[in-house]
């Protein structure tokens, strides 16, 4: 389903996010991508969507290989891939209702479908009565909320969260984790980048963790941690 | 692409219109005032043109017959002129009313010459008019190949000054308007890139959650139609009341002969519509040259 | 303000100029073609007015003697004549004089009045020019008043219909000037406000941290600043430029004698300080102006 | 030291988001504000710096009156607080240096010691090799801190943290929260917002928990949670 193989990253500055990266993720699987700050969590994570181009080495996506990808595919891709973004990433003139619904008129739902399916997703993160808001009106906690209902409204077969819980408190925490085990169960590959030992070492999953841009552990039913 | 999403993009265009609050109002500010600039200008000018042509087609050219010649011979003359090429209309004037005219247009002081009207040593004469004012040189070489000629005349260096000069003028008047919508498609794109690089973040977002260049450029097509058209609103009210205005009250009071308004039906109207679709053409590809930046990746 | 502030500011107010890329570029593009709008206007609107001027000085007043008067009387209307309130200058001009100018204006045609110079039947003349050409009128009433005199000719219809024309391209010449430069000064700070308008969060932030609305200001005022004198410096060079080439080049294949551009120096430099000054001030207000909105709490 | 009584706050949309806060802080306090995410939790923060004025009640800074104070002297009231943004608010065309030279440029400070200070506290958060990068360059966590390098660069008498720990791994939250303790244990008043039932349980101070926008338990050395 996913498969990196030789995977580097360095950005224009010089930076070297990632390196010699090689991962292999089957569909329906649930990973946690766990390291430090500045790792490079995020950049792995940005990789499969292609919001950052690989500096070397092979990703395949569902057979497709991205390096291969012509700009007008992408669009295809990301529409097959939930992301929660770490910064969230609303689009700042639109209400919630539209933000979510977004993501359904471009592949072009009907607007009874997405009425429907707006309305749901925004139940299922406790967020009904925003709908209407813009996001700046919505609290830190609220807004990652709207991130994860947007990543999840089109049921995708990946889901990508980088950081889902860092604004939210453990209870509703919580609840978003049983979520994403819920769509999980129903056979939605997730991929979670996340700093929350709590949820890691009692949700216990594949973990992988990366260090100064290398994968230092990879264990099924993993602990938090990433010292080697 | 369905017809449902085209509805939604024109639904989203008209939205972001209204949501973007000052930024759409500075826009359609720049696309109203550049507007009002060129209207205004293609107004002036082509009427300005147009009374140049006028005072063109006053230049007449007046052919005097040699003095003793048949009154055949002249008859015969008149013919052979009028059929010139490009001779619109030739008009035969006695050596009597030559005089006549030469002592009306001295006034007082032509009392003076009264005295030759027993003795007119005046010749007979033509006026010719050329259809083409710019002719009237070429058309006088070849009357003065005629027999029976005594003179052509016609002011040379005054009609020679006064082409070159409208001709000066009216080059300028072109290159000043061509410059102008020139400017004017600048303004308005440049302003419309500026709001669209504040949005590029936006533009950024919606690609990463999955939208076709299409489906983000639509909307942005959309809102630059509007934004043209919206903008051209006010420029075309004041091409219509402005040009009725000058064109039915002030002009009465101006005495000049030569000076006469294109018709308000149908210039105006013609002058509004091309407005117009300045406006709206320069406001869509002002947007979608804008954005095409942005969508790269 | 503590100067390490001053120049704090002045650096930061450079640093925007270079960060902000494509908006800078923009605003500079919006400004520069403005300028050149308004700088080839002012060139020629003032360079007509000054044409015109030429032209309206070209109007005499011919006032003509009686006949039989004698030498006496004639140097003593002279004197008259050099004293009326706003009269610039008298030339005396004798009836031979006269006749020999009536043959030459005639040409060849002309040839026929040769008989008349043994007995000349024209007036001795005065040739008078006011100094303020509007006056023209008055003073020809005047001297009609006047003993001794038998006509006073000047081209009434002709010189109303120029003044009067001259006068309403004159104003209207004025009008649009006007107008350019408030459109100018419109799309200037309109553009500057938009590329606020997309800075908003950051002066928020800048407030969030304790800055003072002075302080977010002066970089804003130098930057806007910068950008009105950077934008000045294509429209100076073109008027510079256009101006010396037209002045020396093109004006010697034009002929008409009225056409007499403003003299290169000083005129072109006033110009481009004008624009200068246009440029500058507009882009510091536009950009204080428009932060104003934002600085409220 | 900070005052309120009896404050509401009531956003122009019609959403109450504190009721009658009744709440006194000394110099020199540790306080902790936990709550569900939208409890209000931002708000009371930013009712403090003066980013949202209260609809009712009286807050007191240093003897300031908040709602007589005019808008010439927020500045001056900003500059003694120095406030980790929960959305980090960082200048984004501005390099990590001069975001963080700004705090110390208000103020009208030399160059010299803007400089020192600045590499001082970058070296604190460990962001030394960042300085002439840009926010955008960033990683989540940097970002944060980069905010909390800004918020303590002037050496303000109280700090105001909104979640700053919420993109951080466990690690780097620990090595904050002793620089905060640091600041504190030097007179530094210190309202700290967290998710992290971690920190709160570990390094034990006053609890201010707040739910549904009332403040529902207020305790020294208290514990993480706000179920009544
Ligand atoms: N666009 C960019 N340009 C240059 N460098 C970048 C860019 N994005 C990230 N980096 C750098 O790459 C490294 C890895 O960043 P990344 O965002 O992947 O970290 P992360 O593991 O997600 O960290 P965090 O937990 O703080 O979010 C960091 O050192 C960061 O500074
Ligand atoms: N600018 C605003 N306009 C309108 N409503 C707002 C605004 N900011 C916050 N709210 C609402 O006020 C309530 C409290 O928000 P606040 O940001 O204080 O929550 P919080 O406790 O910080 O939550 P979180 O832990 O998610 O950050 C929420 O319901 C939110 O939607
Ligand atoms: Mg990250
Ligand atoms: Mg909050």
């Given amino acids: 389903m996913i498969l990196m193989k030789d995977v580097y990253k360095t950005y224009s500055n010089g930076v070297t996010a990632l390196s010699g990266i090689n991962v292999d993720i089957k569909q329906g699987e649930f990973v946690y991508i766990v390291g430090p700050s500045g790792a490079g969590k995020s950049t792995f994570i940005k990789l499969m969507y292609r919001e950052e181009k690989p500096s070397s080495g092979t990703i395949l996506i569902n057979d497709m290989n991205l390096a291969e990808l012509k700009n007008r595919q992408i669009p295809l891709l990301r529409r097959k891939i939930g992301v929660v973004f770490q910064d969230f990433k609303l689009l700042p003139k639109l209400t919630i209702y539209e933000n979510i619904a977004y993501a359904l008129e471009v592949i072009e739902e009907p607007q009874a479908n997405i009425r429907k399916r707006v309305m749901d997703v925004l139940e299922e993160v406790g967020l009904k009565n925003k709908a209407r808001s813009i996001p700046s009106e919505l609290s830190g906690g609220e807004q990652q909320r709207v991130s994860i209902a947007r990543a999840i409204v089109n049921r995708p077969q990946i889901v990508i969260a980088d950081e889902p819980t860092g604004n939210l408190d453990p209870d509703t925490s919580w609840e978003i984790m049983k979520t994403f085990e819920d769509i999980n169960s129903n056979g939605t590959t997730i991929i979670m980048a996340t700093h929350s030992k709590e949820i890691v ?13 290398m994968i230092v552990r990879d264990e099924d039913q993993g602990e938090y941690g990433y010292e080697i | 692409m369905k017809f449902r999403t085209l509805m939604r993009h024109i639904r989203v265009g008209c939205r972001n219109i209204i949501r973007n609050g000052w930024m759409t ?12 600039l060129v209207s205004v200008f293609l107004a002036l000018v082509l009427n ?15 052919t005097l017959v040699e003095l003793g010649t048949s009154e055949e011979e002249v008859i015969a003359l008149g013919k052979q002129l009028e059929e010139i090429d490009g001779v619109e209309a030739v008009t035969f004037s006695s050596n009597d009313e030559e005089l006549q005219g030469l002592i009306d247009s001295m006034g007082e002081e032509g009392e003076t010459w009264e ?23 070429k058309i006088a070489k070849e009357i003065q190949s005629f ?15 006064l082409f070159e000069f409208n001709n000066y003028a009216r080059v300028i008047g072109i290159a000043l308007i061509v410059a102008l919508v020139f400017t004017a498609i600048f303004l308005i794109s440049n302003t419309i890139k500026i ?11 919606m690609k990463l959650v999955g939208a076709t260049n299409g489906f983000i450029r639509w909307p942005f097509f959309i809102e630059g139609l509007l ?22 009250a002030v002009i009465d009071t101006i005495s000049f002969s030569f000076v006469e308004l294109l018709p308000f039906n149908p210039f ?19 947007s979608v040259m804008s954005i095409r930046k942005y969508l790269k990746v």
Avoid: C
């Avoid at chain 2, 029976?148 to 000054?161: H, P, S």
């Avoid at chain 2, 105006?268 to 002002?286: D, E, F």
């Fill in chain 2, 25 to 36: 109002i500075a826009s359609i500010g720049a696309v109203t005032t550049t507007l009002i």
């Fill in chain 2, 48 to 62: 300005l043109n147009e009374i140049a042509k006028n005072i063109e087609n006053d230049v007449e050219i007046k």
């Fill in chain 2, 147 to 161: 027999d029976n000629i005594n003179k052509v005349v016609f002011g040379k260096d005054v009609v020679k000054q």
């Fill in chain 2, 268 to 286: 105006a109207w013609q002058l509004s519509l091309l407005v117009l679709a300045i406006g709206a053409i320069i406001g869509v590809w002002g």
């Fill in chain 2, 227 to 248: 934004l043209g058209v919206l903008g051209s609103f006010i420029p075309i009210a004041i091409v219509l009341g402005g040009y009725y205005y000058l064109d039915s």
């Fill in chain 2, 195 to 205: 709001t669209i690089i504040a949005r590029s973040t936006e533009i950024g977002i």
């Fill in chain 2, 115 to 137: 005295l030759f009207e027993q003795d007119n040593p005046l010749n007979h004469a033509f006026v010719v008019r050329a259809e083409v004012p710019q002719d009237t040189e």
């Fill in chain 1, 201 to 213: 070492n009692t949700m216990k999953k594949r973990v992988i963790a990366i260090e100064s841009s």
